[in-house]
């Protein structure tokens, strides 16, 4: 079992639309928990990152964070074509990090 | 706005020979991390430093690759010899503790043929 799954997509959304991304994890002792976009060919930008339970908001994104679930999400607000791009869930264990292979998001106009 | 450098941004070798990788972490970052990515997979850490000590190193190739950060700075990683598996981007990667936000530089993106 992996530390970090993702659905591997691609997800479809139409301009405007709200996009859904979803990450569980394994390890019920994970710390803190991190988006990153990564747009092709570059490498990851951080977007978001929670570390209590409940909603964490930064302008069109939200972050969401379950713990008993083992389950984080991010919701993407008005999304417009330039959010295209792979998502990254990332998971902090003791100071180590775990990645997801990333969702592909597509936003089409 | 501080960032994380690499070079060289590209690199093309043929097997067998060695390659290597420089990051510049952001300035007062003392952790520093190099993470290789395959195409349509997530990052997987290589090796950790925590200043100038190595704190994970676990999933490092070490009879090929070899990572050093000798001022608690800087860092280099060194791949001797090359092979074609190792074809990927190397990510570096900074954060300001252990456990806190990780901050990538531009990556390097090696082709070995």
């Known amino acids: 079992q992996k530390e970090v799954e993702q659905n591997s997509g691609p997800l479809s959304v139409p301009e405007g639309a709200i996009a859904s991304l979803n990450c569980t994890y394994s390890?019920?002792?994970?710390?803190?928990f991190f988006w990153y976009r990564q747009y092709s060919g570059k490498s990851p930008e951080l977007i978001m990152s929670?570390?209590?339970?409940g909603d964490k908001e930064d302008g069109r994104f939200t972050a969401q964070l379950n713990k008993a679930s083992q389950y984080v999400s991010l919701l993407i607000r008005d999304s417009q074509p330039s959010d295209s791009a792979t998502y990254l869930c990332?998971?902090?264990?003791?100071?180590?990090?775990?990645f997801g292979s990333g969702t592909k998001l597509n936003v089409k106009p | 706005e501080a960032e994380v450098a690499q070079s060289p941004r590209y690199k093309i070798t043929e097997k067998s020979q060695a390659v290597a990788f420089w990051c510049d972490p952001i300035s007062g970052h003392a952790t520093l991390y190099w993470y290789r990515q395959i195409l349509g997979q997530g990052p997987e850490l290589l090796v950790q430093?925590?200043?100038?000590?190595?704190?994970?190193d676990s999933q490092l190739p070490k009879d090929r690759f070899s990572a050093e950060r000798l001022k608690g700075v800087d860092s280099t990683l060194k791949i001797q010899p090359a092979e074609l598996g190792d074809s990927a981007m190397y990510l570096c990667?900074?954060?300001?503790?252990?456990?806190?936000?990780?901050?990538f530089g531009e990556g390097s993106r090696l082709t070995v043929l």
């Open positions: 929670i570390y209590s339970n």
């Open positions: 430093f925590q200043d100038e000590s190595v704190v994970d």
């Open positions: 390890d019920r002792g994970s710390q803190s």
């Open positions: 990667a900074s954060s300001y503790h252990r456990g806190g936000e990780l901050f």
């Open positions: 990332a998971v902090n264990n003791f100071n180590k990090f775990y």
